[in-house]
């Protein structure tokens, strides 16, 4: 490590092998924490490189405990985090509209690092127990439409990682690893990102893939269609700016997505979306984003058409029926 941590320091980049090499020997814990902690600082202090993002999603792809569906055709819907924005939890939120909707979501995610509350946090909270066991998520995603990943459970490399990421409080490369690392392998894939760097990332390892993927950058900054002004979408077919008008929806302030400060005021937000009782602001960023979800499955559908459908379900109680369903398959 010394040696790697050297070139590094010395502006040097890492190889695909190289990363790859790295993070399978952090899994094996052959580094210390202070090792751990100034290779993962490295990465605060310049940018990732798409050799680096896709040596480390091929560790961890490689090492994960691997789920196989009897539904191929499954989205993820998940941002990066590390927007520095405490939204409430948009993509969850988003998910369970979809799958009340009728389509199949395969959800990756965590605990929150650097917010107060990831949708691990809020599913757990809501009482979601978390599970690796292929039947129980089969189970729930054939009558709930819906299962949900939680990394650790599925990613044992991360488990070395985790103190120094707590400690360190800050995004590191992990947050952008965690979209792509979905162990189910999802034909689908709307991904936020928190910079158009990373998104030009994200582009450049999925088109060398099988995967129908969104890429999603609001322009001020949130890995999601925020409504706060423009948004560029990056798909397989091309990229396109968004406005909220696009939407036929209003610019929201920032002030209307905040999240609340702890896990029961965000676990809140969600279960009243879901019941139809949220702001007007928190209805239309989960509909838009449930609707580009949507629209990402079936592209040859109108924005607008897709929309609907998201719209429908929450008017149709079916996403917050979903979300009961999915709790009491635990």
């Known amino acids: 490590m010394k040696k790697i941590l050297q070139n590094l320091y010395n502006n040097q980049h890492l190889s695909r092998q190289e990363a790859h090499d790295v993070l399978v020997n952090i899994s094996k814990e052959q580094y210390n924490s202070e090792q751990i902690a100034s290779f993962l600082t490295v990465f605060q202090m310049r940018p ?25 055709e499954t989205i993820d819907i998940v941002g990066t985090g590390g927007d520095g924005k405490n939204t409430f939890n948009i993509s969850t939120t988003s998910s369970f509209v979809v799958a009340g909707a009728g389509y199949k979501v395969t959800k990756h995610g965590n605990y929150g690092v650097s917010s107060s509350c990831g949708s691990s946090n809020v599913l757990e909270y809501l009482g979601y127990q978390f599970t690796n066991n292929e039947s129980t998520l089969r189970k729930q995603l054939e009558e709930a439409n ?33 979209p792509l690392v979905n162990p189910s392998k999802p034909k689908y894939n709307m991904l936020g990102v928190f910079n158009l760097h990373l998104s030009r990332l994200y582009q450049y390892i999925l088109q060398n893939s099988d995967r129908q993927f969104s890429v999603v950058y609001a322009l001020d900054g ?21 406005t909220p008008m696009d939407f036929h929806r209003n610019t929201l302030h920032p002030d209307n997505l905040h999240g609340g400060s702890t896990v029961p005021e965000a676990a809140k937000i969600l279960t009243n979306v879901l019941s139809g009782n949220g702001t007007k602001a ?18 040859e559908q109108s924005v607008k058409d897709s929309i609907a459908e998201a719209e429908e379900s929450i008017l149709s109680k079916r996403a917050l029926q979903h979300f009961n369903k999915l709790i009491e398959l635990n």
Do not use: W
């Open 48 to 72: 990732i490189n798409v050799d680096e993002l896709a040596g480390f999603r091929d560790a961890l792809m490689e090492l994960c405990i691997p789920i196989q569906f009897d539904h191929p």
């Open 146 to 178: 819906i299962c949900f990943l939680h990394a650790p459970k599925f990613h044992p490399a991360m488990k070395a990682v985790a103190p120094v990421r707590r400690a360190l409080g800050v995004k590191t490369f992990f947050n952008m690893l965690g």
């Open 222 to 242: 949130y890995d999601e269609i925020s409504l706060t002004g423009k948004t560029k979408i990056c798909t397989n077919k091309g990229e396109q700016i968004y």
């Open 282 to 299: 928190q209805n239309d960023v989960v509909v838009c984003n449930a609707g580009m979800a949507i629209h990402c499955i079936n592209p």
